[in-house]
């Protein structure tokens, strides 16, 4: 089955915006593909499939009773640009796959299989579309609305995409994306908590002019007050600690090479276990770019676009997801990623199970997963459920 797992991955790859890459942001004409090769396997796998009104795909293997509660699997669907083909849509194959290997026996929950619309927040800059709506908190944004009901679907009915209530729990498998697990020759590891993100739009505007006659003590150059600001950033975050700061995205306009920079916007993301920590970064920052700013004469403002706490694991589940995970070494870690078990963890119980990352490689084409990893994760998914029934069937 692993073998299976990892090949369904790399036909979902090939749903892609950009043909020689894997790229599929929010609700994007690809996600229709995805939707499609996956429904059909939740179909065969004898689940109910439908899509809510934020673009989440949702499959549903009955338990013996209607009214039981309800456990949910899954991960996210859209990719970065350039993408792997296992971030994110691992833990949804993953989910299909431990359905499968039911063969049909029902248990005393439903499992409800879900892959979020969106959580890379490449579209317009949001991230966890889905799995805010899922977990109570659609995001307040015209131009989602816009790309949701372009997609076929109704934004006024967002409410409708929440998760029942008489849940046991969020379980999802998700690739390490860093090298702990493959430094130390592990193929699993639980997650305890996920770090803290900031996530923040700067622009600096200043004015252009001709390059070659506007002199070097008279210029009000944005991307140089933005280069200036920008190793900023960098300097912050390598002064110790475990803060990790990264403007991932610059636009200068009007873009030509012989004129001064009027307007550029910069992107700005910040993590840390500690949100004190975290946020305390933050202002500095920004604080370091008004003081750039005011000193070239560029005007500097920004936008919060996250400001997403820190998060544990529930204790519970993860005690579960523990004695699933032997005969294997049991190792726990803290994850520097992001996840959209954080968004549904505060709406239930949350757990998550890393799958090693050969290399640490992820956000790129290169990255992969070893089939004796898949093989292993599937072997503590089933005794996941297992342990579950046990406890409450």
């Given at each position: 089955?692993?073998?299976?797992v ?16 894997t ?22 796998a ?18 013996a ?29 993953m ?5 499968e ?7 005393s ?8 619309s969106?959580e890379?927040g ?25 790309a ?30 860093g090298?702990?697990?493959?430094s ?5 590891a ?36 933005a ?15 475990d ?10 306009k ?9 307007h ?20 500095r ?13 560029i ?23 523990q ?14 990623a992001?996840h ?10 949350a757990?998550?199970?890393f ?30 459920l297992a ?5 409450y069937?």
């Amino acid at each position: 089955m692993e073998h299976e797992v990892i090949a369904r991955c790399r036909a979902l790859a090939e749903c892609t915006e950009e043909p020689g890459f894997t790229t599929r942001t929010f609700l994007s004409p690809p996600m229709r593909e995805v939707h499609a090769l996956l429904t059909r396997w939740m179909e065969q796998a004898g689940m109910r499939v439908h899509v809510d009104p934020a673009g989440n795909l949702r499959g549903v293997y009955d338990a013996a009773r209607p009214d039981a509660p309800r456990l949910y699997l899954g991960s996210h669907l859209d990719t970065v640009p350039h993408a792997g083909a296992f971030d994110g849509i691992l833990g949804v194959v993953m989910g299909v796959a431990l359905v499968e290997q039911l063969r049909g026996g029902r248990l005393s929950f439903h499992i409800e299989i879900v892959g979020f619309s969106e959580e890379e927040g490449v579209r317009f800059g949001i991230p966890f579309i889905g799995s805010r709506a899922f977990a109570g908190g659609p995001v307040r944004d015209t131009r989602v609305d816009h790309a949701i009901g372009a997609f076929g679907l109704d934004p006024t009915r967002m409410a409708e995409a929440r998760a029942d209530s008489a849940a046991l729990g969020y379980l999802e498998f998700h690739i390490e994306q860093g090298p702990v697990l493959d430094s130390l020759g592990l193929p699993l590891a639980i997650v305890d908590s996920i770090v803290g993100q900031s996530r923040l739009e700067l622009r600096f505007s200043g004015a252009a002019n001709h390059a070659g006659t506007t002199p070097m003590h008279l210029r009000r150059d944005a991307l140089a007050a933005a280069a200036e600001w920008i190793t900023v950033v960098e300097r912050e975050a390598r002064a110790g600690g475990d803060l990790v700061a990264t403007v991932g995205r610059i636009e200068a306009k009007p873009g030509a090479g012989n004129v001064i920079a009027s307007h550029v916007n910069a992107t700005l993301d910040v993590r840390h276990a500690e949100d004190a920590e975290r946020r305390g970064a933050v202002t500095r920052l920004l604080s370091c770019a008004g003081q750039i700013g005011a000193r070239r004469g560029i005007d500097v403002c920004w936008e919060e676009r996250l400001d997403q706490a820190a998060v544990r694991m529930d204790p519970d589940l993860s005690q579960f997801l523990q004695r699933a995970v032997a005969p294997h070494p049991v190792h726990r870690m803290a994850s520097g990623a992001g996840h959209d078990a954080m968004i549904v963890a505060g709406r239930m119980p949350a757990a998550m199970l890393f799958l090693r990352t050969p290399g640490g490689v992820s956000h790129h084409p290169e990255e992969s997963v070893l089939p004796e990893d898949v093989g292993a994760a599937l072997e503590a998914g089933s005794r996941f459920l297992a342990l579950l029934e046990a406890q409450y069937g």
